[in-house]
């Protein structure tokens, strides 16, 4: 049951050949066998997934479902979900019960979407390897000494272990895309306004973007279908005609000019990497898509404005958790400048607490105009990299992350050697493209992942080329030995 993709359990649910009360209980199932070697969910909502399961059924039978009608589903603990915990796994909101859904969790609701829980991330969604946890760190079922990814880990574990069919993720310098690498499905990052951030726990409000997970390219088209669109509720949704991104997967390659940037091919690439990357390209090549180089020059300077530029907002987003509204607060304050201190102090992990603290200084008004200023005139150079390229190429293509996952603990204490796991997926963010992350390979059964990134709009594009992959290779398929 949990082998099937999402339209193969879609065509099950319609023809009656199985209950969505049957497939939640066989996910919760599973989740309580396999999530405590995982630590992928903070929450699970078994009683709330069991009637809305019921309440799916229904539907099913008189005939008014939509196709993910009664589909079991996980959001990352970043979406407010009415009535439940939503802790960002952060101490700071331990104890906050969400009074009110976000946008990408009600457009869930009504497509008929089952909720199995919330799943663990890092801290806030600062990190990329998933360690930086209040709840602790994530495994990665391929291989449980390994590192899923971050920050939506929790999501990417729980969907390439098959815990669930799939998942949201939030995406602010590669979350969604470097997980899904590294835990061997599909994610993709839409472009910056497709998806509303209503509700969704803000990091850094120019770089964020909610996004799905799943196991191949068509059916994270299938939930992008439901959970994009505009909100006037989100002052940064784009106002657009709806798009179904599921109709042109089966377009032909012919002629398609993939662009191959030099930067995303130098040092610092695994060569075992940059071989299955190859592979892939060839793959594509075969299917008609045309190769070319490009450069994108301003490349190696994305890794430190994007620190510069996240920290700041994250300083500026963060400086309302301070004990005194929601979440946590310290015990026995002295006097209010004890209970700021005490409660940020103990409430943030040392991650966070970094970032606040750059971002402060950037900001500080000896410093924003040699920092802040800059970082941004440097972002719409980045900007202006992409915008040149596709005057040439309709996409381009490039390894996900310089590395498979990387061991636990191994570059938890250098944040430098962290932030560089996210070099080929920050400048997508600083420009506001869409990009989408698919498998490609395995190196010693850690699985790698080819970046496809995209004209503003082009997920339709990118979600072509990725399932036409997928029709002719079979690593979406796999499921990792031991789940």
């Keep these: ?46 009683e709330l997934a069991l009637a809305q399961a019921q309440a799916a059924d229904k539907y099913l039978k008189n005939g008014t479902a939509g196709p993910l009608t009664g589909i079991p589903f996980a959001h990352k603990d970043i979406f407010c979900t009415q009535g439940l915990l939503t802790s960002c796994a952060s101490k700071m909101l331990a104890n906050f019960i969400a009074p009110y859904n976000a946008t990408i969790v009600e457009k869930c609701q009504v497509a008929g979407l089952v ?28 291989d449980l000494q390994a590192v899923p990814g971050g920050s939506s880990g929790g999501s990417a574990s729980a969907v390439s272990a098959r815990l669930t069919p799939g998942a949201t993720g939030t995406d602010t310098g590669g979350s969604i895309r ?67 991104y599921s109709a042109q997967l089966n377009n032909n390659l012919q002629g398609l000019k993939i662009g191959l940037p030099k930067e995303y091919f130098g040092e610092g690439l695994d060569p075992a ?6 592979t892939a390209l060839q793959e594509l090549e075969q299917a008609g898509a045309e190769l070319h180089s490009i450069e ?12 510069i530029i996240a920290s700041a907002e994250c300083s500026s987003n963060l400086s309302r958790y ?11 304050p002295q006097d209010l400048m004890d209970l700021y201190q005490r409660s940020r102090g103990e409430g943030f992990g040392a991650e966070v607490k970094r970032r606040i603290m750059i971002g402060t200084y950037a900001l500080s008004a000896g410093y924003y105009d040699a920092y802040y200023l800059k970082a941004q005139q440097i972002r719409r150079l980045i900007s202006n990299d992409f915008a ?91 499921t990792p030995t031991h789940f």
């Design 1 to 46: 049951m949990h082998t099937q993709s999402i339209p193969q359990i879609s065509a099950a649910l319609q023809q009656g050949q199985l209950s969505s009360v049957e497939l939640t209980q066989h996910y919760l199932n599973r989740i309580e066998r396999y999530n405590p070697q995982l630590n992928a969910f903070i929450t699970v909502t078994d």
């Design 322 to 332: 301070d004990g005194v509204r929601y979440g946590y607060r310290c015990e026995e």
């Design 115 to 142: 909720i199995l829980g919330k799943t663990n991330m890092d801290e806030f969604a600062m990190g990329s390897s998933n360690e930086t946890s209040y709840y602790g760190p994530v495994k990665n079922p391929w």
């Design 273 to 278: 990497v940059d071989t299955l990357i190859q």
């Design 388 to 478: 040149q390229a596709f005057q040439k190429v309709d996409i381009i293509a490039g390894p996900t992350s310089p590395t498979p996952a990387f061991n636990l603990g191994e570059k938890f204490n250098d944040p430098v050697k962290m932030y560089l796991s996210d070099v080929y997926t920050i400048p997508v963010n600083l420009a506001g493209l869409p990009a989408l992350s698919l498998p490609v390979g395995l190196i010693q059964q850690r699985p790698v992942g080819l970046q496809l990134i995209g004209n503003y709009f082009g997920e339709p594009k990118l979600l072509n080329v990725a399932h036409q992959y997928q029709q002719r290779t079979h690593w979406h398929q796999l």
């Design 296 to 307: 994108l020059p301003n490349t190696p300077l994305a890794v430190p404005i994007y620190y």
């Design 178 to 244: 470097q997980p899904s690498a590294l835990c061997g499905i599909t994610g993709l990052k839409p472009t910056y306004g497709l998806v509303s951030r209503y509700g969704m726990i803000a990091f850094a409000s120019s770089l964020d973007q909610g996004g799905p997970m799943a196991h191949s390219a068509e059916e994270v088209a299938w939930l992008l279908n439901a959970i994009a669109g505009f909100d006037p509720r989100d002052s940064t949704s784009l106002e657009r005609e709806p798009v179904d």
